[in-house]
Structures are given as structure tokens and as C-alpha cells.
T-cell receptor
């Protein structure tokens, strides 16, 4: 079975500071990994994804994530936080086979202090 | 292109009433998903369809819930009878092709059962 663990339900950073949102996954087969962002009262929007190839993945709005198989991690980072980054972020995993179940973590709410 | 379109955006209904949520996926997408988001349980996959056929409905909470996809451009999620614990945001999402492809979410239907 697959699962995703996001460490920290809330993360608070100052504007301009590094953003680090943690995600660890469990999967018995090679995974596909995703980060989605949800702004208040909106649906989920894809930030970035890892399928195959380069393990450092760049996404929208200056975010990136690195797939580390040895650590079963897919942490999300951004060098400099902006006020508009305040939102909830979800890590998700699915299987690299015919199964299409996208399993989400519990989410991390990012707060950006001026 | 239009994204995934859901209706209604907001619904307040009384316990025992039937609720029907509607979804129009992105044109050409062959997968359609229904998710439910609550504070307690996070994002849960309820059911998904491939080419209008239900593939996995193991996430449907009980017999009061049913979903249909009569054609490639329309799906419904029905709750009958509704209960207060069904209050949640229900997201429809769609995707094209294999499991590594991006799943696009609608803006959600916010259901309150009183």
C-alpha cells in the first residue's frame, strides 16, 4: 500500500526566507510524486511532479522538489518566500503502473509573515 | 480551454434530502475522479472512472453515495439521503492517459447538510 506523510501541519516563515515543506512516501513499487497547492476556497493546482528522469524537479512559482529514493522523500523548497505563497500544500503519490489512485498527504499550511 | 467545471459551488441542504453534484471534465480527458475533502480525513478518493466506466469505487463511504458518468462530458455524485457528516468539499478532477499525467481539479462543491 502507498502512503504519504507530510511533517508539520503548519509552517511559518518570514517573507524572503527559505521555504521547506517535508514529504515522505511509502511505496512498494516505483512511485510518481506530486505537489499540489490549494489557495483559500479554490481547487488544487499542480505545482510540480516527478515521474522519471531528473530527480530535481522545477515547478511553477519558483518551487522545486528533489526525489531522494534512499530517503523516500520528496521535499518542496523555494529559496525566497513571497506573501502570495501562503496556501495549503499537498504532497501526493501514485503508482508507476496501471493503478491510478492518487493518494494525498494531510497537507501543510504555509504562513508567510511580512 | 475551460477547466473542470463543477456545480453547484455551494449547497446547503437539510438532513434527509437528496444532493446531486455535477461535473464536466476537461474535453478529451478519459479519467474522471471524485474526491472529498474534510478537516478530519483530508482528501479522500471516492471513485474514479476511465472512459465512463467506474474502475474503483472502494472509497465511496456507504450505499447512500452513488456516482454515474453517462457520457464523456458529464458525471454526477449523488447522496441520498444526506446526513450532517456528509458536509465537506467535493472535488471533481480529470486527467488524460496514464497514471503519471497531471490530474486537473475543479474548484469544488461546498456542501453543508444541516
Amino acid at each position: 500500500a502507498q502512503s504519504v506523510t507530510q511533517l508539520g501541519s503548519h509552517v511559518s516563515v518570514s517573507e524572503g526566507a527559505l521555504v521547506l515543506l517535508r514529504c515522505n512516501y511509502s511505496s512498494s513499487v516505483p512511485p510518481y510524486l506530486f505537489w499540489y497547492v490549494q489557495y483559500p476556497n479554490q481547487g488544487l493546482q499542480l505545482l510540480l511532479k516527478y515521474t522519471t528522469g531528473a530527480t530535481l524537479v522545477k515547478g511553477i512559482n519558483g518551487f522545486e522538489a528533489e526525489f531522494k529514493k534512499s530517503e523516500t522523500s520528496f521535499h518542496l523548497t523555494k529559496p525566497s518566500a513571497h506573501m502570495s505563497d501562503a496556501a495549503e500544500y499537498f504532497c501526493a503519490v501514485t503508482r508507476m503502473d496501471s493503478s491510478y489512485k492518487l493518494i494525498f498527504g494531510s497537507g501543510t499550511r504555509l504562513l508567510v509573515r511580512p | 480551454d475551460a477547466g473542470v467545471i463543477q456545480s453547484p459551488r455551494h449547497e446547503v441542504t437539510e438532513m434527509g434530502q437528496e444532493v446531486t453534484l455535477r461535473c464536466k471534465p476537461i474535453s478529451g480527458h478519459d479519467y474522471l475522479f471524485w474526491y472529498r475533502q474534510t478537516m478530519m480525513r483530508g482528501l479522500e478518493l471516492l471513485i474514479y472512472f476511465n472512459n465512463n466506466v467506474p474502475i474503483d469505487d472502494s472509497g465511496m463511504p456507504e450505499d447512500r453515495f452513488s456516482a454515474k458518468m453517462p457520457n464523456a462530458s458529464f458525471s454526477t455524485l449523488k447522496i441520498q439521503p444526506s446526513e450532517p457528516r456528509d458536509s465537506a468539499v467535493y472535488f471533481c478532477a480529470s486527467s488524460l492517459g496514464s497514471s503519471g499525467n497531471t490530474i486537473y481539479f475543479g474548484e469544488g462543491s461546498w456542501l453543508t447538510v444541516v
